[in-house]
């Protein structure tokens, strides 16, 4: 069986840093080329909400581990975003509070919740023909995907987007801080022991500093195409 064949042949595995349109990109890619949405940050989050409810310190890494090893964490493609249930309780939007993301960081990074969020995405992604989104799914998760995208754009870019959204959504902004914090997680982000962020030597980068969301999407949708062609 070639990895062309294989079950993870229908798998697109779409990784990169915080603030490249990663997903938009992947939700929009899948509502389009007609394929499943796994949003694996999302995973991380619930996690990270079971841990604050729990009273225990994300930190802390055996109770950490042993706590999430016990979640229920189960996620379903809803109209416009992932719907994510924690133990039967629907938290899409409780796993975007402040809170969770100050959080989120120290828990990704634990070993063994990282072993337990992988064994969970590649039940529900191999044989499916699916875009998983997130930052270790081409090197760690499906390292025989059908097609791997490495989502890149410049610091400056990453930051002028969240800077926008951040005004767009009511909030203070100051663009310095906000490339200082883009600065701060990409080092964390790519330095950590588990699996830092890096790019696959398969994948494909692409750069959207310059390109629009639909001009991303065009050049995705033709890579699929190409390389796992699309079931209508
Ligand atoms: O993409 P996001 O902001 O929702 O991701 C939340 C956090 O989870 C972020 O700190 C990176 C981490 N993450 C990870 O370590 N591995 C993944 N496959 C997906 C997300």
Do not use: C, W
Not at 58 to 77: N, R, S, Y
Not at 158 to 178: K, T, Y
């Amino acid at each position: 069986m070639t990895a062309q064949d294989g079950p993870q042949a229908r798998v697109v595995a779409i990784d990169g840093p915080a603030g490249t349109g990663k997903s938009s990109v992947s939700r929009r890619l899948a509502q389009r080329v007609g394929a499943q949405y796994l949003d694996t940050g999302a995973m991380y989050r619930a996690a990270s909400l079971g841990v604050l409810r729990a009273g225990i310190s994300p930190d802390d890494e055996a109770a950490v581990a042993e706590l999430v090893g016990g979640l229920l964490i189960d996620l379903h493609d809803g109209e416009d975003e992932t719907v994510v249930l924690l133990d039967g309780q629907d938290v899409s939007s409780a796993i975007r509070d402040d809170e969770v993301t100050g959080a989120v960081s120290a828990v990704a990074a634990n070993p063994r919740v990282r072993e337990q969020m992988v064994e969970l995405q590649r039940r529900v992604g191999t044989g499916r023909f699916v875009v998983v989104e997130g930052r270790d799914i081409g090197t760690v998760v499906f390292p025989a995907a059908g097609l791997k995208v490495f989502l890149t754009a410049t610091p400056e870019a990453r930051a002028d987007r969240r800077h926008r959204q951040n005004l767009a959504s009511g909030r203070d902004s100051d663009p310095a801080a906000v490339l200082a914090s883009v600065n701060r997680r990409d080092h964390l982000d790519s330095t950590r022991a588990a699996s830092p962020l890096r790019r696959a030597e398969d994948a494909v980068e692409f750069d959207t500093s310059d390109l629009t969301l639909e001009q991303v999407l065009d050049g995705l949708t033709e890579l699929v195409e190409r390389r796992i062609g699309v079931r209508r």
